[in-house]
């Protein structure tokens, strides 16, 4: 059975960073391309950023380029989306996402195969 448990969420002021963490288990995670997205209360859930499974390309959106950063490491089967200089508006629930060993149209999360139950994180002003 496959399960993604992300951990690292909370509560920081405006300008300050955070660290999730996506644990993968069932799955042989090397195969697998993986994403970030959010949901704020009330909106729709949004791509956030993506990373290749096998060059370790990685895609942004544009609302998060320059602030986040999404890593992995295979031997810990483990995917990281640092947030460095967060802001009010980055407030969500960020859940990660698997998918079998494609990059294409990376931003729609119907094109993922799992997901895990997601992280709150607030961004006090």
């Known amino acids: 059975q496959v399960q993604l448990v992300e951990s690292g969420g909370g509560l920081v002021q405006a300008g300050g960073s955070l660290r999730l963490s996506c644990a993968a288990s069932g799955l042989t995670f090397s195969n697998y391309a993986m994403g970030w997205f959010r949901q704020a209360p009330g909106k729709e859930r949004e791509f956030v950023a993506h990373?290749?499974?096998?060059?370790?390309?990685?895609y942004y959106a544009d609302s998060v380029k320059g602030r986040f950063t999404i890593s992995r490491d295979n031997a810990k089967n483990t995917v990281y989306l640092q947030l460095n200089s967060l802001k009010p508006e980055d407030t969500a629930v960020y859940y990660c996402a698997a998918r079998f060993r494609s990059d294409q149209d990376y931003a729609l999360g119907y094109k993922y195969d799992y997901w895990g139950q997601g992280t709150q994180v607030t961004v006090s002003s």
């Open positions: 990373i290749s499974w096998w060059r370790g390309s990685t």
